[in-house]
Every structure is written in C-alpha cells, then in structure tokens.
C-alpha cells in the first residue's frame, strides 16, 4: 500500500508509521516503477546463478512501493542515503546511473555498495552504518548545511541492537538531521525476529537519582610517589 499524504507529518498507511515531514516537490531526477526494480533484482539473480558474481548478493523484493513513496514524498537528492547489504533498490531510487550499480554488483561489492560522490553508503555489518550515519548528521549540523538530511536504514533485528538504542539517543539529544528507517520483513537472516526476542514490552527497570560526593576517581587530590 503507498504511503498515505499527510501535511502536518503524522503519515500513517497500513504497516507505515512515520513522523516524517512531506517536502514541497520531488527531487530526485528518476521515475522508477517497481517494474523497474524487480527488473533489474531478476537481472542480479540470473547473473549469480550464471557464476557471474562470485561474493553473495542480498536481493530485494516486495518493498519497491513503499520505497518509491519514501523517495518521492521524504528524501531529496542531496540527502545522504546510509543502508544495509540489502542496498540495489535504495542506489537506484537515490539517482545511481543503473549501469554503475550493476557493474559494482557483477565485481563482487554487492553488500557494500560505495558511491560517495552521490552520499551514498552501505555496510554488510550489522548495524555498522550507525554510528558513520550519525557522525555525518553530526557535521551537517556542525557545517550548518541545513537544506541536507541523513537517512539511515537498517533491518529489524538491527532495530534491537545496542548500537540503535545508542545512535537514537544520540541523534535525539543533539537534535541531528537523521531519520532511521526500519525495514521490517520479520526476519534476521532466516530467524523470525519475534521468535528470537519475544513478543513482549521491554524490561521495566529501577532508577535512582542522587549527587556524587567524589570526584570520578581518587580524591582529587595529585599525589607524587616517592
């Protein structure tokens, strides 16, 4: 189902949820379908299984939609896109030339897609683009180049990671110029996700607040041994 248009950014469609904010007009130059894409994943997958890429290939499927909204209604061309080994429809929605994605496919570099030079990349580590996509939002803001934003996407199991409580808290507490996206197929690798983590809300926990006595460590006091 594509995204439903809201104006005051409360976007909510079928299994979409998002706070985002729509921008004024499209920005990127492409209009692929999902024809297109699904095009070019068969294009992939009869490739590796005619031995022409020998490093693995995570193919795309069944998302293309909600992508294709994503990119028309949210992210600009000069938004920097951060992603998973699951990356050829986000490089091709982000205005990569077709031809460059799948000669960097068909030389092995499928699952770390690197295009710099249109803020482009992917990590085939569990949720290693995190802390590199929250480091860039860190300097747009730094640098003041407020017309640019940071999208960062990662799986569901990434979703439950410590590296994701840790880039959200830190993003939040300085106010950065990132989204994350959760890409939720209900799978890590072929482990269900809720199998793997339950159903249930997260553990309650105890806190209290107090005034430290002490300096971090020792006394503060310099001490020379003799």
Not at 16 to 22: A, D, E, N, T
Not at 131 to 156: M, Q, T, Y
Request: glycine fraction near 8%.
């Amino acid at each position: 189902m594509p995204l439903a248009e809201n104006l005051r950014g409360k976007l909510v469609a079928g299994d979409i949820r998002s706070p985002l904010r729509r921008r004024d007009h499209a920005t990127h130059r492409n209009e692929l379908t999902a024809e297109d894409l699904n095009g070019f994943e068969q294009e992939v997958a009869e490739a590796f299984n005619a031995g022409k890429i020998r490093a693995p290939v995570h193919l795309s499927g069944g998302n293309e939609e909600k992508l294709i909204d994503l990119f028309r209604l949210f992210i600009s061309h000069d938004d920097w896109i951060f992603c998973t080994y699951r990356n050829h429809h986000l490089a091709l929605l982000h205005d990569i030339p077709r031809e460059r994605v799948m000669d960097e496919i068909l030389a092995g570099r499928s699952q770390n897609l690197s295009f710099p030079e249109h803020r482009f990349l992917a990590s085939a580590m569990v949720g290693g683009i995190l802390p590199i996509a929250v480091g860039v939002a860190l300097a747009l803001k730094r640098k003041s180049e407020h017309s640019r934003n940071v999208w960062c996407f990662i799986g569901d199991m990434a979703a439950t990671t410590g590296a994701f409580a840790e880039a959200r808290y830190y993003a939040g507490g300085h106010d950065l110029p990132i989204n994350f996206v959760v890409e939720d197929n209900g799978m890590s690798c072929d482990s269900p996700t809720k199998a793997c983590w339950g159903s249930g809300l997260p553990k309650p926990f105890t806190r209290y607040v107090y005034e430290r006595r002490w300096p971090h460590i020792n006394t503060g006091k310099w001490i020379t041994f003799k």
